[in-house]
């Protein structure tokens, strides 16, 4: 089965810290049947609230496979892992996974990502 990780991690980590933790979110997956499809670094955004007392996370959307019956265990590694403040899981249909899979997530000048959902008429 197909789902789709959007990960916030602590925002004091550095671009190689960051990478640990992708990397190790990564063996995760495989230690539960499953494959990174697809990882996307969203970048440090301000939440809309506090989270374990920071104001700011580091957001990463990780497109993957992992056997349906492995997910709950998934989740609880997530739960575990000390850098992680909030995780969502969510099942992709096959027409869900391919959009995803097409679609690129730009970086503009400023290093900002940036990616209309809804292009203009």
């Given at each position: 089965m197909s789902y789709q990780?959007?990960?916030i991690l602590k925002p004091d980590l550095d671009e190689t810290q960051i990478d640990q933790a992708l990397e190790k979110v990564t063996g995760f997956l495989?230690?539960?049947n499953g494959s990174c499809l697809k990882a996307e670094k969203w970048g440090k955004k301000r939440l809309s609230y506090r989270i374990k007392k920071s104001r700011f996370g580091y957001y990463l959307n990780i497109y993957h496979t992992c056997d349906s019956l492995k997910?709950?265990?998934?989740?609880?590694?997530?739960?575990?892992?000390d850098l992680i403040l909030k995780f969502?899981?969510?099942k992709l249909d096959d027409k869900e996974l391919a959009r995803a899979m097409e679609r690129d997530y730009e970086e503009?000048?400023?290093g900002k990502k940036e990616k209309p959902l809804v292009e203009p008429f």
């Open positions: 990780s959007v990960l495989t230690k539960n997910v709950s265990s998934l989740e609880m590694e997530y739960k575990l892992y969502l899981v969510i503009d000048s400023e």
